[in-house]
């Protein structure tokens, strides 16, 4: 089997008596990205150059180089009106400006060659700097799973700071990388990618070459969040069901009659649709997110865990990016979408390859006889087919799926 790699960030938060060296620090970082990215905007041939290369580039127009220093030979473009800058707090900077220049390049590149380039805008370039700081290694030490030092700047000098930390567990086969410190409200997080490795990186081609067995899973709303068929080639050898929407959506129901009891007791409308915004802004609105995130992490785990049991390195997914039909539910209803992205990670990391195959007509064709179905009047999860094949609604899609993902070539996957 082929040994990789992936990288999985961990959300840490900080606790730090004063945020004034922090938000300093931070302020600093973007006027520095903000200076180099103005100067890329105006130098477009560096971008031909290589990540590495345009970086060196870029520190000698602006710093110069050991013999130009020697020789006390100023720069093309001199980095002034900043303090004194680490070394490694500058590249970090560097970087970023970097990304955010090729990234509206690209932006810039799809509009011209657009169909509806009449039609639409053209893309913007960023006017305001708000970037979230990386501490490249040099500017953190004494890095564990309660504590760090950081490297920040006072306003005056640059100096370390100790803050404790809390968060879960680093795994004790990851790699950390540079941390990335993020704000929301008054709380400071610190956002650490792991390095973790990956037994089996083998692509869809090489384990379809020797059959190896996959599982077809089906996404519906309803108490059962998840079905999964297990597909040996071409049959079907079984069949597992995960549930736990009914109780989800039992949780979500008390906190919108909390939230509405709260509403009416301050004398304002219960139409949500007209207080979307008010709504959004609250804390009721974070409460049901996280039971989304419980959720969906809690299905994604047990579909990860089966395919362990069963043997399974492939799982086969329906394709939602392209149904804007489905965005128009309730917000807290259907969850396809978020457990599909869950489960692409996690799967990966146990060395199980997830696939995504378009939907189009796996709802409404029978999965033995291909004919039309229509749903069970009396059992709305059953359905019904005119040749008198008859099972599960979701279980039909999630075997149609299996057999979509059978035809197709494997070039095209």
């Given at each position: 089997?082929?040994?990789?790699?992936?990288?999985?960030?961990?959300?840490?938060?900080?606790?730090?008596?004063?945020?004034?060296?922090?938000?300093?620090?931070?302020?600093?970082?973007?006027?520095?990205?903000?200076?180099?990215?103005?100067?890329?905007?105006?130098?477009?041939?560096?971008?031909?150059?290589?990540?590495?290369?345009?970086?060196?580039?870029?520190?000698?127009?602006?710093?110069?180089?050991?013999?130009?220093?020697?020789?006390?030979?100023?720069?093309?473009?001199?980095?002034e009106g900043f303090p004194k800058l680490p070394i490694y707090f500058r590249r970090a900077a560097i970087s970023a400006a970097i990304g955010m220049m090729r990234s509206y390049k690209k932006r810039i590149e799809s509009w011209e060659y657009s169909k509806e380039t009449q039609e639409k805008k053209c893309p913007s370039s960023p006017t305001r700097f708000l970037a979230a700081p990386v501490f490249y290694k040099g500017m953190y030490r004494n890095f564990n799973q309660k504590e760090i030092e950081l490297k920040v700047f006072t306003g005056k000098r640059w100096?370390?700071?100790?803050?404790?930390?809390?968060?879960?567990?680093?795994?004790?086969?990851?790699?950390?990388?540079?941390?990335?410190?993020?704000?929301?409200?008054?709380?400071?997080?610190?956002?650490?990618?792991?390095?973790?490795?990956?037994s089996d990186i083998r692509t869809i081609r090489e384990r379809m070459n020797i059959q190896e067995n996959f599982?077809?899973?089906?996404?519906?709303?309803?108490?059962?969040?998840?079905?999964?068929?297990?597909?040996?080639?071409?049959?079907?050898?079984?069949?597992?069901?995960?549930y736990g929407g009914k109780e989800m959506k039992a949780y979500c129901e008390r906190v919108l009659y909390r939230l509405r009891k709260s509403w009416k007791s301050r004398g304002e409308t219960q139409n949500l649709q007209k207080q979307n915004e008010k709504f959004i802004n609250s804390r009721?609105?974070?409460?049901?997110?996280?039971?989304?995130e419980n959720y969906t992490h809690q299905i994604s785990h047990q579909i990860i865990e089966y395919c362990k049991q069963q043997q399974i390195s492939m799982i086969v997914v329906p394709k939602y990016q392209e149904m804007t039909d489905i965005l128009n539910r309730r917000y807290y209803g259907w969850l396809g979408r978020s457990l599909i992205s869950k489960l692409k990670y996690?799967?990966?990391?146990?060395?199980?390859?997830?696939?995504?195959?378009?939907?189009y007509h796996m709802t409404n064709?029978?999965?033995?006889?291909?004919?039309?179905?229509?749903?069970?009047?009396?059992?709305?999860?059953?359905?019904?087919?005119?040749?008198?094949?008859?099972?599960?609604?979701?279980?039909?899609?999630?075997?149609?799926l299996g057999f979509r993902f059978l035809k197709y070539n494997l070039d095209d996957l």
């Open positions: 089997m082929k040994q990789g790699w992936i990288t999985i960030t961990y959300q840490f938060l900080l606790f730090q008596k004063s945020n004034v060296c922090i938000d300093t620090t931070r302020e600093l970082y973007n006027q520095v990205l903000k200076f180099y990215y103005i100067l890329l905007s105006e130098h477009n041939e560096l971008l031909k150059l290589s990540d590495h290369l345009l970086l060196r580039e870029l520190e000698i127009l602006t710093i110069g180089t050991k013999e130009q220093k020697s020789a006390k030979i100023n720069p093309k473009i001199p980095l100096e370390w700071i100790y803050s404790k930390l809390k968060g879960r567990k680093l795994p004790d086969n990851g790699k950390a990388c540079s941390p990335i410190l993020k704000q929301k409200g008054k709380q400071i997080f610190l956002y650490v990618p792991v390095k973790l490795p990956v599982l077809a899973l089906a996404v519906p709303n309803g108490d059962c969040m998840a079905v999964g068929v297990v597909f040996e080639m071409t049959n079907v050898i079984a069949t597992r069901f995960f009721w609105y974070k409460k049901i997110a996280a039971i989304h996690k799967a990966f990391r146990q060395g199980i390859i997830v696939s995504s195959i378009r939907p064709q029978c999965s033995n006889c291909g004919a039309k179905i229509k749903r069970n009047k009396d059992h709305p999860l059953l359905f019904e087919c005119p040749n008198g094949h008859n099972g599960n609604f979701a279980r039909n899609t999630a075997i149609n």
